[in-house]
Structure formats: structure tokens, C-alpha cells
């Protein structure tokens, strides 16, 4: 009886332990349920995760010549249960592991996709884990999606695409190729893959079958030609060869003129499949994908939809057997534009070579161009009061000003510089206006019927101040953890010695040491950031700076202010508390676990943005402050970077620096120091006064206090 007992007691255990290792397996790695009917089509409007029956991993061995072979060695199904990323970056950024795209500045926005693009690891696998729910053993499944390359062509790699493999056991030397979904080269785009699996023994009922995608790390960056930037998308099994049926029809809209208007189309059934998209009725040459982008539909060369793109459209989708599915019609309008171009803003500036240029930029981008001109524009540079004069003569068929540059602009508006002679100059009393002439060839916008820009004046932006330049000053924090309390707003108290760190600009932080230069043309580095320490041992992801200036006018409506300088990876900048700028980062309140959602390389230009700050300038003293993120835990580098110029219409009073004081306590001494030079340190015994002259201070004034002593409080009048 006892030894009865004791047998029962094990077996209980013994199923307990089975019961429960079961359960663990089920909760972290489940599978794609492929019913009678076969698996409905997965279009990834959310991530999928390992339950659901996608997974990934990354492998640090083996890849490029090798990769098939190395593929089939080591991969174990039970090893591949890392979820896979999320990213919203268009095209798809670099990632250790596969990832779900959310991205809504897409082309075809609203198809979301998984993507491969390794980086570190040798190569990656993404993992679709399929259980045979059809109640019966199968012989051969269909599977079929959409493939896509995203990057400029050609690019550059190893292994072109992507390597498809499957297996019934997920074993390793197990895997067999498809090569139906593995043929690539350089120039490859997007397909509609599919192809027919005939299993060596049959799929049996409620056992597994994995499909893997496997893809090398390209030999080059983000420079081009530059590795392919793969994805996935409306993935589907079926047990035979069905005709097409449409899944997801086009959609009707209307649109402004000068959207990018882009239908859809997503069928089930066997492929490959072809598309043909027809307009009212009409087939389109060259339309055969499953998305029609409405542009250049006649030939014009816009990138852009316009009025006679509206219309009725439709598609024809055609599979590996008949009938096609023919969509419903999706009813497109284009409202044309109807309003004429206007200016926003002349601004004052001058080019590298010292000469003076004029800024100027417009409500919308004209498709003039230089080469269009065959009569001249007419610009001058007015005076309306003050000691200067005109800097151009107001005999416009004497004078005219010659266009020398048109570039578009980081406001979506075309400026048009207008370059002075050298050696003319701004009379920094006088208040100036631009106006325009548009002569026997006016300035017209995109539109399909253009409309004409009037003659026009408006004031010049004439008078500028640098208050931060790129080598100013800033307090700023590697720590990787967020500053306690509102570390953006002006009144923040940043004199934490063990938080906040004095450094001068620009900052840069690069994984393999400190660099001598930064890039994107910031000049050598102020202040080396730290790359990592115990709390982010592979990289510092969050950076936080703040600095001071002095605005010494009133804050006025006519007050524009000019940031430039760089933010790698992306960054926010606020102005005495407001939010004035976010780049490259996501929409919503923040958290300090935000990464950027942007990659920068290390040849893109400098971010400039154009801003009326209204009421966030003040009168006097100004805090800025800046959040730096980082894209992923990849980023080979930081850098930030910022130079401010605030420009007016009215003449600016003196230049007045406001004295920064700093104190330190090291816990034997304390030290006052104080930006700029010069001056004098009052000191009192409390936070009202008086105060009184120290004589004998120097900066930085070096002394210590003997315990009981009380508190002291310093100022620095200049």
C-alpha cells in the first residue's frame, strides 16, 4: 500500500512537470492555424509575435558565400523565439533582428509589412511557425506574399533577397530551399511570389511546418549603393490551387491637387498573380502591381496626382488558375488648386563667400525654373526708414536682379536666393522691404491650371543676432537615465554637479573612441560624450543639454528665429518649456524609452528649420533645451550640434551677454565660476542682500567654509 502510494505520488509530479513545461512552450512560441479552408491572408496591421506564430533571430556565424549551408546547420526552430522588432523608418532601417513596419510615410501608407535589413549580427532568420489544423494529412501547400525591395537600385550584396527554406521538424540539416522565393538580383523591386510545396511524406494532422527567411548582412551602410532593405507582406497558405479572389478592394477618395494618391489591391488564392489596373475602363500600360501610384498617369513627368488623373479605377487580378477577380471600381477626385502662390518670408543672409544674399521663401513650390526664364524678374531691396538707402535701384529695367540659385527648401517652399555684389551691406539702422516684379515672365505654381503669383513686396528679416553658436556652452547629461523633474522648463534647476556637466558644443559620441571631427561639416568636436557606462552597456540611447541666452529686445511679432546644426538620430528642442522643434522622433508625450525613428548618415546634410517663436522668446534671459536620441541599439554614433540666429525686421539694440554663475561643492572646497569673464562677485548672507563687493575674488573665486558657517549667496554683476 505504501509503495502504491508512493508510485501514484510520482506520476502526479511527472505529469505536473509535463502539464506545466507544455504550458510554457504554448505561451512563448505558439503558430499560424492553417484551417480546411488553408490561412487567411496576413497583412500585419499590428506586430505579430511569437504566439501568433512569427518569430526571429539573429546569427553572428557564417552567411555571404556560406549562407545556405549555414542556414540548414544551424538553424533549430526551437531556438528561433526572439519577437521581432517594431520600426516606423521608410525606407526599412538597419536592425539585428527582423522587424514589423509600421510606417505611415510609406508609399502605399497603411501596408504594413515585416522587414529584413541585418546589421551586426552575420545574418537573420524570420520565422512563420504553421500548425495543420485541416483535420487531414496534406501532400503540398501554396504559400504566396508580396516581396518587396525598398532601397535605391542596385544595391550592393552577398546574398541578393532573401533565401526561403522549410522544414517539417524545424531540425537542424533538415531545411530544404525554395527556390521560387529565393531567386534575386541587384536590381529586383517588388513581386508577387508563390509557389508549391510537395512535401516528401505527407503533413500530418496537428503537427508543424516552419518556413524560414533568411537574409546575409550586406557588405555595405546606409552610403549607395547600399544594401537591399527587404519585406513581406499578405502572406497566405492554401492547400490547393484556388482561383484569385480579392481580399482587400481599392478604396475611393478625394484628394487635394499635389497628393500622392495610391490604390490598393490584395487577393487570396494561388499565384503567382498578375494586376492590371484600368481607368474608366481603359487599360493602363504598365500598371501590373498590386498598388497604382496616380502620378505621371499621362506621361507628364509629375511626381505628384493632378485633376485628369481623377477618375474610376480598377484591377484585374489573374492566378495560377481561372477565373480572375475583378475589384470593384474605386471613384478617384482630385480637387484642383486654386489659389495663387504668395511669399512667406525675406530673409537676410550671407553665402560662403561673404557676399549677401537674400532668402526668400514662397507659400507653396513653383515649377519655374531658371532654364524657364526668358525675361528677367525684378526684385529690389527698399528702404522704409532709416539712414540707409536703397541697395538696388528702383529703375527695375536697369537693375533687375539675377536669379543665381533655386533649391526647395526644408519648409516644402521654393526659395529663391537673390546674391548681391560683394562689399554691399545692410545698414544696421534701417529698416528694409523686398519687392517683386514678376515682368513679361510671371512665377507660377504646380497646379494643372497654374495660377500666378501677383507682383508683390513684404519686409526683410535684415537685422540678426547669434545667440548660440556652435560652440557655445551647455549643460548636458550621458547618464542614460531621465534628469528628475521638468528638465525643459526655464526654471528647471540644472546646478547638479553630479547630473548635469559643463561641455561646449558640438557633442558627438562615436562607438569605436572619440573623433577629432564631426561630421556633417559642425567642425571639430567641443565635448566628447560618453558611449556607454554600467546602466546602457551596449550604447547610451537618450543624451539631455541645456544652455542659456540673452535676447536683448522686446519679443515681437516680426521676430523669426533660424536653428541649424545636426541631430543624429533624431531630437526635440524646446524654448523656455515649448516644444518648437521635433525631428525624427515620435508623435505623442515621450517617455525616456523612445528611441528616434530616423537613421541619419554620416553625409546628409544639416537639419535647418525656419520658426516665428511668437511667445516663446522672451525679453532677457532664454533657456533651450534639447533631448538627443538614439535610432535603435545599433547606432554607431551621436552628434548634436545646434546654432540659433534670431532675425528681425526692426533694427536689434546692443548685444548684452548675461553672466552665467556656477557653483561646486567637492566636499572639501567650494568654487564659483562665471561666463563671460570680467565682472564682479557680490556676496551675501541671504537670498535678498545686501550684497556686498568680495575684492579679493578672481575667477573662479576658489574658498572654503567652516562647518556652521550658514549659507552664502553669490551674483556676478558686469
Given amino acids: 500500500m505504501k509503495k502504491t502510494r508512493v508510485l501514484y505520488q510520482r506520476a502526479g509530479g511527472l505529469l505536473a512537470v509535463a502539464a506545466a513545461a507544455l504550458l510554457t512552450c504554448g505561451s512563448a512560441w505558439s503558430q499560424l492555424s492553417v484551417g480546411p479552408s488553408g490561412l487567411p491572408t496576413q497583412t500585419f496591421d499590428t506586430l505579430p509575435t511569437p504566439v501568433q506564430g ?98 535605391p537600385i542596385p544595391v550592393s550584396e552577398d546574398v541578393y533577397g532573401q533565401r526561403v527554406f522549410y522544414s517539417l521538424t524545424g531540425a537542424p540539416n533538415s531545411w530544404t530551399l525554395l527556390p521560387d522565393l529565393s531567386n534575386f538580383n541587384e536590381n529586383s523591386v517588388a513581386e508577387s511570389l508563390s509557389t508549391t510545396i510537395v512535401f516528401p511524406e505527407p503533413w500530418a494532422a496537428g503537427s508543424r511546418l516552419y518556413i524560414i527567411w533568411a537574409d546575409d548582412n550586406g557588405p555595405r551602410g546606409t552610403d549607395n549603393p547600399q544594401e537591399g532593405s527587404y519585406s513581406i507582406d499578405n502572406f497566405g497558405v492554401t492547400f490547393s490551387v484556388q482561383p484569385p479572389a480579392i481580399v482587400t478592394q481599392p478604396a475611393s477618395s478625394t484628394n487635394a491637387e499635389y497628393s500622392v494618391v495610391t490604390l490598393n489591391v490584395s487577393a487570396s488564392g494561388s499565384g503567382p498573380f498578375t494586376y492590371q489596373w484600368t481607368k474608366d475602363g481603359n487599360p493602363l500600360p504598365g500598371a501590373t502591381s498590386s498598388s497604382l ?30 477565373p480572375p477577380a475583378a475589384s470593384d471600381p474605386a471613384h478617384v477626385v482630385i480637387t484642383p488648386d486654386t489659389n495663387a502662390p504668395t511669399f512667406f518670408w525675406a530673409l537676410s543672409d550671407t553665402n560662403a563667400a561673404g557676399n549677401l544674399v537674400i532668402r526668400v521663401a514662397y507659400s507653396e513650390p513653383l515649377i519655374t525654373a531658371l532654364s524657364d526664364l526668358t525675361e528677367p524678374i525684378f526684385w529690389n531691396v527698399l528702404k522704409v526708414s532709416g539712414p540707409g538707402a536703397d541697395l538696388l535701384s528702383p529703375d527695375e529695367a536697369s537693375a533687375p536682379v539675377i536669379l543665381t540659385n533655386v533649391v526647395f527648401a526644408t519648409t516644402n517652399t521654393l526659395e529663391i536666393h537673390l546674391v548681391f555684389a560683394l562689399g554691399v551691406a545692410l545698414d544696421p539702422a534701417t529698416t528694409y522691404k523686398v519687392t517683386f516684379d514678376g515682368g513679361a515672365a510671371p512665377l507660377v505654381d504646380r497646379a494643372q491650371t497654374p495660377n500666378t503669383m501677383a507682383n508683390y513686396e513684404l519686409p526683410l528679416y535684415a537685422h540678426s543676432r547669434e545667440p548660440i553658436s556652435l560652440n557655445s556652452e551647455w549643460r548636458y547629461s550621458g547618464l542614460d537615465v531621465p534628469p528628475p523633474g521638468n528638465w525643459w522648463e526655464a526654471a528647471y534647476d540644472d546646478s547638479d554637479g553630479g547630473f548635469w556637466t559643463l561641455g561646449n558644443g558640438p557633442f558627438d559620441a562615436f562607438r569605436d573612441g572619440c573623433r577629432t571631427d564631426t561630421l556633417h561639416n559642425l567642425g571639430p568636436v567641443g565635448t566628447c560624450l560618453v558611449w556607454s557606462n554600467d546602466l546602457a552597456p551596449a550604447v547610451i540611447t537618450n543624451y539631455y543639454f541645456r544652455t542659456h541666452f540673452n535676447y536683448p529686445g522686446q519679443p515681437q511679432a516680426n521676430g523669426m528665429m533660424i536653428l541649424n546644426g545636426k541631430f543624429d538620430d533624431g531630437g526635440v528642442i524646446y524654448l523656455n518649456g515649448q516644444e518648437i522643434v521635433r525631428l525624427g522622433m515620435p508623435a505623442g508625450p515621450l517617455e525616456h524609452t523612445n528611441y528616434a525613428n530616423r537613421t541619419v548618415g554620416g553625409t546628409d546634410l544639416q537639419d535647418t528649420f525656419y520658426l516665428f517663436p511668437g511667445s516663446a522668446l522672451k525679453s532677457g534671459d532664454n533657456v533651450v533645451a534639447v533631448r538627443l536620441a538614439q535610432v535603435n541599439l545599433s547606432s554607431s554614433d551621436a552628434t548634436m550640434g545646434l546654432r540659433m540666429v534670431i532675425s528681425t525686421i526692426d533694427p536689434l539694440g546692443p ?23 570680467g565682472g564682479s562677485l557680490l556676496e551675501a548672507t541671504s537670498v535678498t542682500g545686501p550684497f556686498t563687493t568680495n575684492a579679493a575674488a578672481s575667477n573662479p573665486h576658489v574658498f572654503t567654509l567652516p562647518t556652521g558657517s550658514g549659507q552664502r549667496f553669490f551674483r556676478v554683476a558686469q
Fill in 54 to 151: 512569427w518569430s526571429t533571430l539573429g546569427y553572428s556565424t557564417g552567411g555571404a558565400g556560406t549562407l545556405d549551408a549555414d542556414v540548414n546547420a544551424n538553424t533549430d526552430a526551437t531556438a528561433v523565439t526572439t519577437t521581432l522588432g517594431s520600426s516606423t523608418t521608410f525606407p526599412p532601417s538597419q536592425s539585428t533582428v527582423a522587424r514589423w513596419n509600421g510606417s505611415t510615410t510609406d508609399p502605399n501608407a497603411g501596408r504594413h509589412f515585416l522587414q529584413t535589413r541585418p546589421t551586426t549580427s552575420t545574418y537573420l532568420v524570420l520565422m512563420a511557425t504553421l500548425q495543420n489544423d485541416s483535420e487531414s494529412a496534406q501532400n503540398q501547400i501554396v504559400i504566396s506574399y508580396d516581396w518587396a525591395q525598398h532601397n
Fill in 655 to 677: 548685444a548684452v551677454t548675461q553672466p552665467q554663475l556656477t557653483i561646486t561643492n567637492n566636499g572639501t572646497q567650494i568654487s564659483v565660476r562665471w561666463t563671460p569673464p
Fill in 293 to 322: 501610384r496616380l502620378t505621371n498617369m499621362t506621361g507628364s513627368g509629375f511626381t505628384w496626382s493632378r485633376p485628369e488623373d481623377s477618375g474610376d479605377y480598377a484591377v484585374t487580378v489573374s492566378g495560377a488558375v481561372a
